[in-house]
């Protein structure tokens, strides 16, 4: 499926220096993975609903509740700006964009 030229190939576009018998070693390997590949490709998926993952997984979070600070301008007093009851920052974004 794979020959010894093609992982030459491969190795020099990826810029890896292979010695001989890494070429022959990696030449086995990636035969064998593209052959596992080709045998997952003639199963029948068709029925299977596509997934991102193999397990559900949920993200426990807190509900998100606003909840006013007491101690408002010694936050703002704290900031090396401020405009009004905000923060001023730079800015980041160019006009014309």
């Not at 020099?12 to 045998?39: C, K, N």
């Not at 909840?67 to 920052?89: C, H, M, T, W």
């Amino acid at each position: 499926m794979i020959d010894r030229q093609q992982v030459h190939k491969v190795a020099l576009l990826a810029r890896l220096e292979l010695t001989p018998e890494e070429e022959e070693r990696f030449t086995t390997q990636l035969g064998s993975i593209l052959e596992y590949v080709e045998q997952l490709n003639q199963v029948d998926v068709s029925e299977v609903t596509p997934t991102t993952r193999a397990i559900d997984v949920s993200n426990v979070t807190r509900k998100d509740e606003l909840q006013p600070y007491p101690e408002r301008e010694a936050i703002l007093n704290s900031a090396p700006e401020q405009e009004g009851d905000f923060f001023k920052v730079p800015k980041i974004l160019n006009s014309n964009e």
